[in-house]
């Protein structure tokens, strides 16, 4: 006969506090592989300390354990978890199934830490509950089950790895005479096939069903009876036992992670949905406002790059900086001298269009359309990309005789026509008739613009029949291919300051602007503004993970007992910490996608019903997908580690 388990002068002393408490002082004993041990003892004598201890849940303080032949003290954590999932079963006093799985799944749970895949592991857990007598209640779930039906799913678990020894803890405790005696005889039942049974009881009844009885008291042995000598030969030399090497992840665990982590989120949607929450609404923020941010910015660069890098925008500057008003006769106007003498005098510039703009009152027949009139030269056609759709262009000399001509935009068109062709046909503009000679080309809105709400007259026009003013607003000056812009900018400058005899200390008057610089002015403010949209969605994904990790946190400390079984089936740290990590991941990756779907179904409604441009890039879906895995990982890592970190027996113990 081997001796499965060998105590030497084993003790156990708690600290709780400064108060040490010795609950077992000095226990020596030896149990042979295939025996039926029965521990009985008053209340708080250590017969659950002592099974703990046996069972791999708990240390000694002192003393020597060796479990077939190996020595206990030299085996770490992942060491001891793997061998009470391959050797040991427990059976508790208070059932500790898991009320989320039914019967079938209960038996199956030990199997996920098990190293190596098993082959008909399901059959394997109908035919044990079939053994219990449980073959008609496999999908029932625990509160479904009667407390001796609960304790026979446990027995049926215990068994599912095949173990060496099996450690009941007043397995009948919480169960009446006749369920109680039910469970005995299973116990019996399998001892007779070779399992060593090792139960812990205060009923001398139920002891009776042991060959042999321990009693403790005061954490000490006081008498160790057997009724006959053992003669059954135990099911498997004990010897082969290993210190086997905890299970490395597979598909098959991978596989079961990820279910038992989207069941656990299952089982409290109410939970899961407001921890999905804010990430939820942080991702689809981030996607919507990316959207937005990207929209604008390929809006401007389009209409830029409409307009050409080679154009200088020249302003009279306001008579006032600041709110304060400039001292008297340092206003600025432009007149078509300057055009005509930039033509002149500057060798670089191409083209030169002067605008004279102002709001007008268009009506053709019962239509009216309030719009803008700008006064301007044939060149427009070119620097604006401007060729009319239909009918033409006015010419120089047109221009030159005030001529009353007009190029109407879409919307205009629209407005006044509705389905009638506008060429030749006569409009009042201000109470002046024009002739429409073309219809422009359509432009769309440039941010809150209608580019194609305008209307087109010679500026000379403008200036004189219109709006009754003898200067213009600004002009454009295109420069030659290839020409330098900084100089030509300067050239203008001087020309138009020296015209009325100003020096270089009035040089604030005359604002000239190219493209370039008005882009890179946009694109800065654009950018500051995506920053802080940006931020805004960072932090409220920082919020929603900081949620989520107070929600992990509740639910670890809910699961102290979930995460003490676990362990006790033989999971070990990393399998506690995998499984919530996936679980804080799966939260994040759900309201992630949700937040995503959200993100672009807004960016959507904002371009229909806003009309405002956004691109939902397949960067900002990767990015807030990559994010929100990243939120579940940190924010997830410390509920996880908490549990991870507890003991086997302090977690089983929590009430
Ligand atoms: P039994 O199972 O025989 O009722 P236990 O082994 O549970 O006894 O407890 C033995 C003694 O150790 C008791 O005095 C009990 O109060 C004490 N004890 C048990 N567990 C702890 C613990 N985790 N911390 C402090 N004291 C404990
Ligand atoms: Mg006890």
């Known amino acids: 006969?081997?001796?499965?388990?060998?105590?030497?002068?084993?003790?156990?002393?708690?600290?709780?506090?400064?108060?040490?408490?010795?609950?077992?002082?000095?226990?020596?004993?030896?149990?042979?592989?295939?025996?039926?041990?029965?521990?009985?003892?008053?209340?708080?004598?250590?017969?659950?300390?002592?099974?703990?201890?046996?069972?791999?849940?708990?240390?000694?303080?002192?003393?020597?354990?060796?479990?077939?032949?190996?020595?206990?003290?030299n085996l770490n954590d992942n060491q001891l978890a793997a061998l009470r999932n391959e050797y040991l079963g427990f059976v508790f006093q208070s059932f500790n199934l898991l009320a989320r799985f039914n019967a079938h799944e209960n038996v199956l749970l030990p199997v996920i830490y098990a190293t190596g895949e098993k082959k008909n592991i399901s059959e394997k857990a109908e035919q044990l509950l079939g053994k219990v007598g449980l073959s008609a209640r496999m999908k029932h779930k625990p509160n479904e089950l009667s407390g001796g039906q609960q304790q026979r799913v446990a027995v049926a678990r215990s068994l599912i790895n095949d173990p060496l020894v099996i450690f009941a803890d007043e397995p009948t405790g919480n169960l009446d005479s006749k369920s109680?005696?039910?469970?005995?005889?299973?116990?019996?039942?399998?001892?007779?096939?070779?399992?060593?049974?090792?139960?812990?009881?205060?009923?001398?009844?139920?002891?009776?069903?042991?060959?042999?009885?321990?009693?403790?008291?005061?954490?000490l042995v006081v008498s160790d009876e057997s009724k006959h000598s053992l003669k059954k030969h135990p099911k498997e030399d004990a010897s082969g036992m290993k210190a086997s090497h905890h299970a490395p992840l597979n598909f098959y665990r991978a596989k079961n992670y990820v279910t038992e982590a989207m069941r656990s989120l299952y089982s409290n949607k109410t939970r899961t949905f407001?921890?999905?929450?804010?990430?939820?609404?942080?991702?689809?923020?981030?996607?919507?406002?990316?959207?937005?941010?990207?929209?604008?910015?390929?809006?401007?660069?389009k209409q830029m790059s409409r307009l050409g890098s080679n154009l200088l925008m020249v302003r009279a500057s306001h008579g006032s900086r600041g709110g304060v008003s400039l001292e008297a006769g340092a206003t600025v106007k432009l007149t078509l001298d300057d055009v005509q003498a930039i033509r002149e005098n500057v060798s670089s510039v191409q083209r030169i269009v002067p605008y004279a703009s102002g709001r007008g009152q268009a009506v053709y027949g019962s239509n009216n359309a309030n719009t803008r009139v700008d006064g301007t030269s044939p060149d427009y056609e070119f620097t604006r990309n401007s060729t009319p759709e239909s009918g033409r262009f006015f010419t120089q000399e047109e221009m030159r005789s005030r001529a009353k001509v007009a190029l109407i935009g879409k919307t205009v068109e629209r407005a006044l026509f509705e389905n009638q062709n506008p060429l030749g046909e006569f409009i009042k503009i201000n109470r002046t008739d024009f002739l429409?000679?073309?219809?422009?080309?359509?432009?769309?809105?440039?941010?809150?613009?209608?580019?194609?709400?305008?209307?087109?007259?010679?500026?000379?026009?403008?200036?004189?029949?219109?709006?009754?003013?003898?200067?213009?607003?600004?002009?454009?000056?295109?420069?030659?291919?290839?020409?330098?812009?900084?100089?030509?900018?300067?050239q203008i400058k001087k020309l138009l300051l020296g015209m009325r005899r100003m020096g270089p200390d009035k040089n604030d008057l005359i604002d000239i602007r190219n493209i370039a610089d008005i882009q890179e002015t946009i694109?800065?403010?654009?950018?500051?503004?995506?920053?802080?949209?940006?931020?805004?969605?960072?932090?409220?994904?920082?919020?929603?993970?900081?949620?989520?990790?107070?929600?992990?946190?509740?639910?670890?400390?809910?699961?102290?007992?979930?995460?003490?079984?676990?362990?006790?089936?033989?999971?070990?740290?990393?399998?506690?910490?995998?499984?919530?990590?996936l679980e804080s991941?799966?939260?994040?990756?759900?309201?992630?996608t949700m937040g995503i779907i959200l993100g672009a179904t807004t960016a959507v409604m904002l371009a229909v019903f806003a009309g405002w441009k956004t691109i939902v890039s397949a960067s900002s879906v990767i990015l807030s997908f990559a994010f929100s895995a990243i939120i579940g990982f940190i924010f997830g890592t410390w509920?996880?580690?908490?549990?991870?970190?507890?003991?086997?027996?302090?977690?089983?113990?929590?009430?």
């Not at 070779?194 to 954490?219: F, K, N, S, W, Y």
């Not at 991702?283 to 910015?297: N, S």
Request: aromatic fraction near 4%.
């Open 585 to 592: 991941i799966v939260v994040c990756l759900l309201g992630g």
């Open 180 to 219: 109680a005696m039910e469970i005995i005889d299973l116990l019996k039942e399998l001892n007779a096939s070779g399992i060593t049974i090792v139960m812990v009881t205060h009923e001398p009844d139920l002891a009776e069903a042991a060959r042999r009885t321990i009693r403790l008291q005061d954490g």
């Open 639 to 655: 509920p996880a580690k908490k549990a991870a970190d507890l003991s086997p027996i302090e977690a089983l113990r929590y009430e």
């Open 1 to 73: 006969m081997t001796a499965i388990i060998e105590l030497k002068d084993i003790k156990k002393v708690y600290c709780t506090g400064a108060v040490e408490v010795p609950a077992l002082k000095g226990v020596s004993l030896k149990i042979e592989a295939g025996d039926f041990v029965a521990i009985m003892g008053a209340s708080g004598s250590g017969k659950s300390t002592l099974l703990h201890i046996l069972g791999l849940l708990d240390k000694p303080s002192e003393g020597k354990y060796h479990i077939a032949g190996k020595d206990t003290s």
């Open 523 to 581: 694109s800065a403010t654009m950018n500051i503004f995506s920053m802080l949209l940006g931020s805004i969605a960072f932090i409220s994904l920082l919020v929603g993970g900081i949620g989520i990790m107070n929600i992990m946190l509740v639910s670890v400390t809910e699961r102290t007992k979930e995460i003490g079984l676990r362990k006790s089936l033989g999971a070990n740290s990393g399998d506690i910490m995998f499984q919530f990590m």
């Open 436 to 490: 429409v000679i073309g219809v422009l080309p359509a432009k769309g809105s440039s941010g809150w613009r209608d580019e194609d709400d305008k209307i087109i007259i010679p500026v000379n026009t403008a200036m004189y029949r219109l709006l009754g003013q003898d200067s213009i607003n600004n002009m454009d000056v295109q420069i030659k291919e290839g020409a330098d812009m900084d100089e030509a900018s300067d």
């Open 274 to 301: 407001l921890s999905v929450l804010g990430v939820l609404i942080g991702v689809a923020g981030l996607i919507a406002m990316l959207a937005l941010g990207t929209g604008a910015r390929e809006e401007t660069k």
